[in-house]
């Protein structure tokens, strides 16, 4: 096959794919004017060094988890310094934006296309480490739990405990005389690619964040390099301004976050077309 994994267009053809939800037509991205605020304290990144798991593969770097944890009380004050002014600018350093696709593995057993692999991007893991200190400052900002039936990406709750939900609901509901149920279900197709910064940032203020962390998540999202990597084989970096990428430690929150205003509309279509149908 021609463009099979193993042929050096590969790379290429699949950071192209991976890059098709972006639009360089999109209108540039709209910082707000923020307070003075936001920083980490440098006990919160030493804690945030020494847990790192040292068998988890280094970013486009090539700086190992192992080292960062065995140099926690050496880099934190310098981390610290770095990750406070980023804060400060809005603004995160390119290098540690930057992603790496290396050997897309396949979601199905049969793989017919590019859409039958996931990407799954590498990153630095001192980005990682920022990352986990912006989420608790979201997570102290904003009520995470806004969507009282999201299971999905949230700790103590899993996919169980949602078929648990459904099946109570339903049965429950049955036990009326002459009721019935109707399920919808919606998969969202590369989810995470499809998301547009500026419209997340703009429903994350809605829902309270600081102006200091919505300006910078709209620069973590915006201006990403990103290639692909299969073996020793790389694509040239194509630079995304769309999707949360799959990988990201931030990524499942900010999807989460995103989510609500869409499960009220599906919400509201069920309960308009079951008052059609009744009537």
């Not at 798991?53 to 190992?64: C, H, M, Q, T, W």
């Not at 998969?187 to 547009?196: E, G, K, P, V």
């Amino acid at each position: 096959m021609h463009n099979a994994p193993g042929t050096p267009l590969y790379p290429t053809l699949s950071t192209t794919f991976y890059a098709r939800f972006d639009d360089p037509n999109t209108s540039p991205s709209t910082r707000f004017i923020p307070p003075p605020g936001e920083e980490v304290t440098a006990a919160e990144v030493r804690r945030t060094l020494q847990r790192i798991n040292p068998r988890k593969a280094a970013g486009p770097d090539n700086i190992s988890g192992r080292v960062l944890k065995g140099c926690a009380y050496q880099l934190t004050e310098v981390l610290t310094d770095i990750f406070n002014t980023s804060l400060q600018q809005a603004a995160v350093p390119t290098c540690l934006k930057t992603a790496t696709n290396h050997s897309p593995f396949p979601k199905t057993s049969t793989v017919t296309g590019l859409n039958d692999y996931r990407p799954v991007a590498l990153t630095p893991i001192v980005m990682k480490c920022f990352e986990r200190l912006v989420m608790a400052h979201i997570k102290d900002c904003v009520d995470v739990t806004v969507d009282p039936h999201q299971y999905v990406y949230r700790k103590n709750r899993s996919t169980e405990d949602a078929i648990s939900s459904v099946v109570h609901t339903a049965l429950t509901h049955l036990e009326n005389k002459d009721s019935y149920v109707r399920l919808l279900f919606v998969d969202f197709t590369s989810a995470f690619n499809t998301i547009i910064p500026q419209t997340l940032v703009q429903k994350l203020t809605t829902l309270g964040l600081s102006l200091t962390l919505c300006n910078w998540v709209l620069d973590f999202l915006t201006d990403r390099p990103q290639s692909v990597r299969i073996h020793d084989v790389s694509s040239s970096s194509i630079t995304l301004s769309t999707s949360s990428p799959q990988g990201c430690v931030l990524s499942p929150l900010l999807f989460t976050l995103l989510t609500p205003a869409h499960t009220r509309l599906l919400s509201d279509t069920s309960e308009l077309s079951d008052r059609e149908v009744r009537g």
